[in-house]
């Protein structure tokens, strides 16, 4: 679910963890008994859902795939759910505060096309392989060096990350509300072992189609009452350029054609290349969170038809995320009426509590002088209260939800981090029973030795990420590689399987080879743009380009070696017979025809409904 | 999901309807007392009575419709 996160929590300034736990603010909230009845019902409603699907989980197929019984509509909104994480949510708001529409590329050209291509395209080969992990597939179509390679790294991200979620979770409920870390570490970890332990992958399921509800009927108020508030869309526009001083605000498009001349610092190139090529296509139809979710479904049409599904609500989130980033710079105020500004995370880091960074952080804010001097000298003003970009949301829940509302509004975001933990430990439970355990530790286990050891491994895995979550926590600049590593995956893995599911020639050593290098070139990148930031011209093109605008290039970089690797190292190692690649290459395969079905229900006349929709959301907010 | 059992719209239909309840119900007291919650705005659009409401509402059709035991 990390995968794409705005490079502010990408790159870990987002993360609440040492600075963010050493200082003490008052929480921006309290919350009343009727806001802690909401947030009980929800626990005990994901309780009872655990315990309800439990008899429901006694065979792998059962706890690992949900039986694959799910329908089109139920896994694609898991699906979109299992990335809509209260991470996301927060960052992604907090950057539309910072660039403006700009951010909705990573909901709209960030996720559409590689969504559809998914559904049209590569379902029928994971789903006709019978595959229960991407991994898997690897070892279907290049054997176990490229399985265990990518079964490894995929189970330890997952396990950090789910770390890095819950402790994350435990630091904005501290700043939201004031709640000690023990005790949201403690009752979220709980809730997810029990509920993803006893359910499994159907139990995970469930969840995040509650928490896709929840999280709209939590957050949708926030727009609406905003818009209403600042007049409107022309009111919000009016009253932003009367801020900013600038329009690029509001154009996704017109500004790109120069990394100085809109908010971000990208250009279009990369959006298009890095972003809509290879960081969307490697997340949405290569990473096993996701992908997942639309395996579990009950026939190959439902399958395809998952991501078209989501794709339909996937770009209607912008409207919950971008648009309160957006209302927030002309309506968020100071307890003295005053507009209040927010900061990057770095600054509140530096200023509080204070240290030698401060004075040479606030220079970079929009702060008045006055206001800096008065932050420098500690003074207790209205003005001196620094919230991050990351708070926006909170914030706008804070300003317009009452009793009961606020608890909805909170739970969304409890509900959006454990789904988003429940994610990352029901992947790893499955890759490291399939792809780790079964081939390499035991290969003739029973059918329910396997389940036992996928519940287990629940159990461990959060265990450990309790410990990756404190190893974090106390290491400073740790965080930024451990969320860094992420990234490095997933360019190499999508030239990887995009090669070996459409070119037939793509040999077993040159896909392990091209994996390898791939990630090795990317991890190389990364260090020499950290050590040299000179390199930065050369991986970015560009000197100044922002940290978003590196990862998009060094992503479309890693891809390029990985499927050049491929391409040489096929033509002089040995090809597998075509008759083995029956399922696994796109012209080896002869795909099963679909039921008949009138022409409303097609999975490609929903997918071209939703292309032109996206198409004109470009055009109109060009 | 398939076959027979609870469905999940079932359980979301369980869970919008018991916070419309609770939200509708501290909506109302709000509107006959008069005391709002401080520092919120835009109170006087009675927020949580048409949210609260409308949550109740789409809880009571997904409970009825996704009962279970219903063909």
Known sequence: MFGLL???????????????????????????????????????????????????????????????EMTAWIAGLSFVSANLGSLELMGWAGSAYQYGILATHWYWIGAIPAMLFLGLVMMPFYYVSKTHSVPGYLFLRYGEHARILAAVSFAMEMILMSGVNMFAMAVVMKIVLGWSLTFS??????????????????????????QFVLIWGGALLVPILGLYQSGGVSGLKTQIIKNMG??????????????????????????????????????WTTDFLVVQRVLAAHNLRAARMAPVIGSFFKMAVPFIVILPGLLSLVL??????????????????????????CAASLKKTLLTAQVQQDVLNQKVTPQTELHSYNEVLPLMMVRYLGPGLLGLGITALIAGFMSGMAGNISAFSTVWTYDIYKPLINKKGSDSHYVLVGRLSILIGVAISIGAGYLVQNAHGIMDYVQALFSFFIAPLLGSILMGMFWKRATAPAG??????????????FVW??????????????????????????????????????????????????????GLCYSCTVLPKEEWVPWYKRVWVWALLAICIFAALNIMFW | MHGSGIQIWFFIGVLLLVYGVLILGYGTFELATGSYPVGVQLTNLHTPIWWGGLMTALGVLYCVKFRPGRA
């Open chain 1, 246 to 283: 600038t329009d690029s605000y509001f154009h996704m498009w017109r500004d790109t054609g120069h990394f100085a001349s809109n908010p971000m610092g990208t250009h279009w190139s990369g959006i298009v290349l890095g972003l809509g090529f290879v960081i969307s296509f490697g997340y």
């Open chain 1, 185 to 210: 570490i403690v009752v979220s970890a709980c809730a997810v072992t029990l509920y993803v332990a006893l359910g499994g992958l159907r139990s995970a399921i469930f969840n995040e189609v509650l």
């Open chain 1, 529 to 582: 743009v950290k050590f040299d930031h000179a390199a930065l011209g050369i991986v970015a093109l560009y000197p100044n380009a922002t940290d978003m605008a590196a990862n998009l290039y060094r992503a479309w970089w890693a891809f390029s070696i990985t499927v050049i690797v491929i391409f040489l190292v096929s033509l002089v190692t040995r090809a597998k017979p075509v008759a083995e690649l029956d």
């Open chain 1, 332 to 357: 968020l105020q100071n307890s003295d009426g005053s507009r209040r500004q927010l900061v990057p995370e770095d600054t509140v880091k530096a200023c509080m509590p204070m240290s030698s960074d």
């Open chain 1, 6 to 68: 705005p490079v502010s929590i990408a790159a870990g300034s987002f993360s609440p963890l040492p600075a963010l736990l050493s200082f003490s603010v008052a929480p921006m909230a309290h919350l009343s008994l009727l806001d802690m009845v909401v947030i009980a019902v929800y626990f005990g409603m994901v309780i009872w859902i655990g315990f309800y699907l439990k008899g429901r989980s006694n065979t792998s197929e059962e706890f690992f795939m949900a039986g694959r």
């Open chain 1, 512 to 525: 392990f080879l091209g994996l390898l290098i791939g990630i090795i070139s990317s991890v190389g990148m």
